[in-house]
């Protein structure tokens, strides 16, 4: 039997994949339209690695199926709109081998959106479900607090609405 013909929005730009509905979002992004920024890490929803967001909101792509994304904004790292956050990542040197850091920016972009000026906690609640083997969980925190309350708040190219 052969597959459906599916709509998909991603970074803006709209796609037609034929490709099974329940395959990952992660292997469509990565293997059909080499979108290879978002990584693999677990394939089991534990590192973070394949941070994507979904309507804005960071989602597992290795969790997430093709039909779960039907009529929605799919973002990924290439299609990130958060200059002052990866301006902050640089002056920080945050990365070490890099790995987990597409994911870890996804996770932080969505942070700041929803809060411009986050606290201890609410930047270790964002931020627990990415992992780094590198340990370089201390630079992300202060590229995370420096950029806060910039333009980085915006993600995927809106301002969010900002809870009480
Ligand atoms: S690869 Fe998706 S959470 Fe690890
Ligand atoms: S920078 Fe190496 S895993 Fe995070």
């Known amino acids: 039997?052969?597959?459906?013909?599916?709509?998909?929005?991603?970074?803006?730009?709209?796609?037609?994949?034929?490709?099974?509905?329940?395959?990952?979002?992660?292997?469509?992004?990565?293997?059909?339209?080499g979108l290879t920024g978002t990584k693999y890490g677990c394939g089991a929803g534990l590192c973070g690695a394949c941070t994507i967001h979904v309507d804005g909101e960071p989602?597992?792509?290795?969790?997430?199926?093709?039909?779960?994304?039907?009529?929605?904004?799919?973002?990924?790292?290439?299609?990130l709109a958060a200059d002052k956050l990866q301006t902050a990542w640089r002056k920080h040197n945050v990365p070490q081998c890099g790995y987990c850091q597409a994911g870890q920016l996804m996770s932080a972009a969505a942070l700041l959106a929803?809060?411009?000026e986050p606290n201890d906690a609410q930047i270790e609640e964002a931020m627990v479900g990415n992992l780094c083997r590198c340990g370089t969980y201390t630079?992300?925190?202060?590229?995370?607090?420096?950029?806060?309350?910039?333009?980085?708040?915006?993600?995927?190219?809106?301002?969010?609405?900002?809870?009480?």
């Open 1 to 33: 039997m052969s597959n459906p013909q599916l709509g998909l929005k991603i970074n803006g730009k709209d796609y037609t994949l034929d490709a099974d509905p329940n395959m990952p979002v992660l292997w469509a992004i990565r293997d059909i339209l």
């Open 59 to 79: 989602t597992r792509a290795c969790l997430t199926s093709l039909k779960q994304v039907q009529g929605k904004q799919v973002t990924t790292i290439e299609g």
């Open 114 to 116: 929803q809060y411009p």
């Open 139 to 164: 630079r992300i925190k202060a590229a995370i607090k420096e950029a806060a309350a910039g333009p980085s708040a915006l993600v995927d190219g809106q301002t969010r609405e900002v809870e009480a």
